[in-house]
């Protein structure tokens, strides 16, 4: 049954499309101090898909953030600054609880689906033609909405990025819709700056990571208990770290608690401080680097990165080298740089040694971002420029674009010395 909503968007039982949707943060009231931030722009917004939950999340604009950690004169444990959180009333937890059976709930201006059916990527080109500009990337399984498909392209926005794709690689319309429910991700969204990850579920546990405003984690387990928990710590969890918190404190704590997957690794986050939704993947807003120096990168810097692009969407395996057939973030990093005659050692930790530090106002295509946590290195990008970077993250996005400060960087590196 499809109908008209008061914004005047078409409408299917299953599927609402609206153009401005509610924000609803997972939070509690608490102090407000200033957060130490660095401000950068935002390259992605686009497509939240809320399924199941019915919880509805932002559609994403205006600035990216980089962070600065900010540990001295602490308030919150949760945070390396200070917080502003929005409170969800006892009325509208209820609401949603009634509602959520009910629909799934698509937090888009515009009411035609189309989702890429491709194996890495779709070229986003400027004009209709394939000898356009290529102004971004719709990867594997992400959205867009469609405004029209004419001579087999398809005229769409996904995010920021705006053109044209061929249409024979969209899924469109009711089979997009279906399709939605089964590639869409359970994310967490970052609603607050500065906000800490940690090894364990607890404020007692060390710090994993800092995380950057507005990103995206996939959740791993959202309900957390007792039982899984142990098998998690056995797993997964020095007892060093264990021993560190108050066990039974802890598992009394769950229900606050989330976890979610950083990259090839796992760590929890407060669900007071972050969005929980499904969503589709939205496309990437990329330039193309000149290779003549023009620009102020050099040739070599624009080369290499130009190469790594290609490898956009690719799977991620764990110890592989391979470009094509599966690379975890090291042996992405090495094997791009080997194509260009530098040799870099095997591991993250180890190319990280092996590199020159340099600061944020130094930084260049070509150059690589390093995280970690614990004081150790556990991965590696390569920077394209614009604030963003490439690289192998885990099983279940391969070889991805992500904002340089997504998580906070432990040290950006130098192999070109140019």
Same mark, same amino acid.
């Given at each position: &049954?499809?109908?008209?909503?008061?914004?005047?968007?078409?409408?299917?039982?299953?599927?609402?499309?609206?153009?401005?949707?509610?924000?609803?943060?997972?939070?509690?009231?608490?102090?407000?101090?200033?957060?130490?931030?660095?401000?950068?722009?935002? #390259?992605?917004?686009?497509?939240?898909? =809320?399924?199941?939950?019915?919880?509805?999340?932002?559609?994403?604009? /205006? &600035?990216?953030?980089?962070?600065?950690?900010?540990?001295?004169?602490?308030?919150?444990?949760?945070?390396?600054?200070?917080?502003?959180?929005?409170?969800?009333?006892?009325?509208?937890?209820?609401?949603?609880?009634?509602?959520?059976?009910?629909?799934?709930?698509?937090?888009?201006?515009?009411?035609?689906?189309?989702?890429?059916?491709?194996?890495?990527?779709?070229n986003v080109r400027k004009? #209709?033609?394939?000898?356009?500009?290529?102004?971004?990337?719709?990867?594997?399984?992400?959205?867009?909405?469609?405004?029209?498909?004419?001579?087999?392209? =398809?005229?769409?926005?996904s995010g920021k990025v705006?053109?044209?794709?061929?249409?024979?690689?969209?899924?469109?319309?009711?089979?997009?819709?279906?399709?939605?429910?089964?590639? +869409?991700?359970?994310?967490?969204?970052?609603?607050?700056?500065?906000?800490?990850?940690?090894?364990?579920?607890?404020?007692?546990?060390?710090?994993? !990571?800092?995380? /950057?405003?507005?990103?995206?984690?996939?959740?791993?387990?959202?309900?957390?208990?007792?039982?899984?928990?142990?098998?998690?710590?056995?797993?997964?969890?020095?007892?060093?770290?264990?021993?560190?918190?108050?066990?039974?404190? &802890?598992?009394?704590?769950?229900?606050?608690?989330?976890?979610?997957?950083?990259?090839?690794?796992?760590?929890?986050?407060?669900?007071?401080?972050?969005?929980?939704?499904?969503?589709?993947?939205?496309?990437?807003?990329?330039?193309?680097?000149?290779?003549?120096?023009?620009?102020?990168?050099?040739?070599?810097?624009?080369?290499?990165?130009?190469?790594?692009?290609?490898?956009?969407?690719?799977?991620?395996?764990?110890? /592989?080298?391979?470009?094509?057939? +599966?690379?975890?973030?090291? +042996?992405?990093?090495?094997?791009?740089?080997?194509?260009?005659?530098?040799?870099?050692?095997?591991?993250?930790?180890?190319?990280?040694?092996?590199?020159? !530090?340099?600061?944020?106002?130094?930084?260049?295509?070509?150059?690589?971002?390093?995280?970690?946590? +614990?004081?150790?290195?556990?991965?590696?990008?390569?920077?394209?420029?614009?604030?963003?970077?490439?690289? =192998? !993250?885990?099983?279940?996005?391969?070889?991805?674009?992500?904002?340089?400060?997504?998580?906070?960087?432990?040290?950006?590196g130098r192999i070109i010395?140019?």
């Amino acid at each position: &049954m499809r109908f008209l909503d008061r914004f005047g968007f078409i409408h299917n039982k299953r599927f609402i499309a609206a153009g401005l949707a509610a924000v609803i943060i997972l939070s509690c009231s608490i102090p407000n101090v200033k957060a130490s931030m660095v401000t950068t722009e935002k #390259p992605l917004a686009g497509i939240n898909v =809320a399924l199941e939950e019915f919880i509805v999340a932002e559609v994403e604009q /205006g &600035m990216m953030h980089a962070l600065t950690d900010t540990t001295q004169g602490e308030q919150n444990p949760h945070f390396a600054g200070g917080v502003q959180v929005v409170t969800n009333t006892a009325e509208q937890n209820d609401e949603l609880k009634e509602e959520k059976e009910e629909h799934i709930k698509l937090n888009l201006n515009y009411d035609r689906l189309g989702i890429a059916k491709v194996d890495t990527y779709l070229n986003v080109r400027k004009k #209709p033609n394939t000898g356009a500009k290529v102004v971004g990337k719709l990867t594997k399984n992400a959205g867009c909405h469609i405004y029209k498909v004419k001579k087999g392209w =398809a005229k769409i926005v996904s995010g920021k990025v705006n053109g044209y794709v061929k249409a024979s690689y969209l899924v469109k319309d009711a089979k997009a819709e279906e399709l939605a429910y089964d590639v +869409g991700k359970k994310v967490i969204t970052v609603k607050e700056s500065g906000l800490r990850v940690r090894a364990l579920p607890s404020t007692e546990s060390s710090i994993y !990571s800092v995380l /950057g405003l507005d990103e995206d984690f996939e959740v791993y387990r959202e309900n957390l208990n007792a039982e899984w928990l142990e098998k998690f710590i056995n797993k997964y969890v020095k007892k060093k770290e264990v021993k560190s918190v108050n066990y039974d404190a &802890m598992v009394a704590d769950l229900s606050n608690w989330v976890c979610i997957s950083v990259d090839n690794d796992y760590a929890f986050v407060s669900k007071q401080y972050v969005e929980i939704s499904y969503k589709l993947k939205r496309a990437v807003k990329i330039g193309q680097l000149s290779t003549d120096g023009s620009n102020g990168v050099s040739s070599i810097r624009a080369s290499i990165v130009e190469y790594a692009k290609q490898f956009l969407g690719n799977r991620y395996v764990y110890g /592989g080298t391979s470009l094509t057939n +599966g690379t975890d973030c090291s +042996g992405f990093t090495m094997s791009v740089f080997a194509h260009y005659g530098y040799g870099l050692p095997r591991t993250s930790g180890s190319q990280c040694s092996a590199t020159r !530090s340099i600061s944020s106002s130094e930084v260049k295509p070509g150059d690589l971002f390093f995280y970690g946590s +614990g004081g150790r290195i556990n991965h590696v990008a390569l920077y394209i420029g614009s604030g963003m970077i490439i690289h =192998a !993250s885990n099983p279940s996005s391969g070889i991805k674009i992500s904002n340089a400060y997504y998580r906070q960087p432990v040290k950006i590196g130098r192999i070109i010395n140019d």
